[in-house]
Structure formats: structure tokens, C-alpha cells
């Protein structure tokens, strides 16, 4: 149901090296210009959280989203972190002062 790469599991621990490791939430982000998207922060459990055990990392996602959006994969490569599940999500639109406009 969730898939970390190597690359990103490196990425993460070298972010955390010199900072207090916390659980790692995996969330849809709602906002921006960009449109929705999967996000990462640092948070505490939930009651309604599954937790996954990763590579030394616990990674946490609400289980209603999860069984909405599972698979989920974090990777990551020169772009940055990616975050892919089985959600589609429609791009967003000019609202940040970008020329592009939908459709």
C-alpha cells in the first residue's frame, strides 16, 4: 500500500540528520496554483492513522484517504520528491500570477 524508493529514503535521512526524527505524514495537499497534490510533513500519529515502518522511518497516512488513494509511491530525482497514487487530481489554474490558464 505505500512504496518508499531507496532514493527517497536516502533524501529523508539526510533532510533528518541533524534534526529530531519524527513520523513523516503522507497527506493531500488541497491548496495552491498548482492544484491538489500528495504531500509530505513531520507529524504525530492519529487514531485513525496506518503507520508504515520503513527503512528506519515511520511514515503515517489516514486510513480513509489510504483506502482512497492506495497505492501510494514516494520517489525522488533531480525534480524533487514525488508522491504517486491511484488519485487523479486536475491541474490548477493561473491564480498564483502565472500566464498559463487551464484547459
Given amino acids: 500500500m505505500l512504496k518508499v524508493t531507496k532514493k527517497a529514503i536516502d533524501k ?3 533532510y533528518l540528520q541533524d534534526r529530531e526524527i519524527k513520523p513523516i505524514r503522507i497527506f493531500l ?6 492544484g491538489p497534490g500528495l504531500a509530505m510533513t513531520l507529524d504525530e500519529p492519529k ?3 496506518t503507520v508504515f515502518d520503513i527503512d528506519g522511518f515511520q511514515f ?12 501510494i509511491k ?3 530525482s533531480h ?3 514525488q508522491i504517486d497514487c491511484a488519485m487523479e487530481f486536475q491541474d490548477g489554474c ?4 502565472t500566464t ?4
Fill in 12 to 14: 529523508i535521512a539526510e
Fill in 29 to 34: 495537499n488541497s491548496g495552491g496554483c498548482g
Fill in 47 to 49: 487514531d485513525k492513522d
Fill in 60 to 71: 503515517i497516512v489516514d486510513e480513509d484517504f489510504l483506502g482512497e488513494a492506495a497505492p
Fill in 74 to 76: 514516494v520517489d525522488f
Fill in 79 to 81: 525534480f524533487g520528491f
Fill in 94 to 97: 493561473s491564480s498564483c500570477g
Fill in 100 to 103: 498559463s490558464a487551464c484547459g
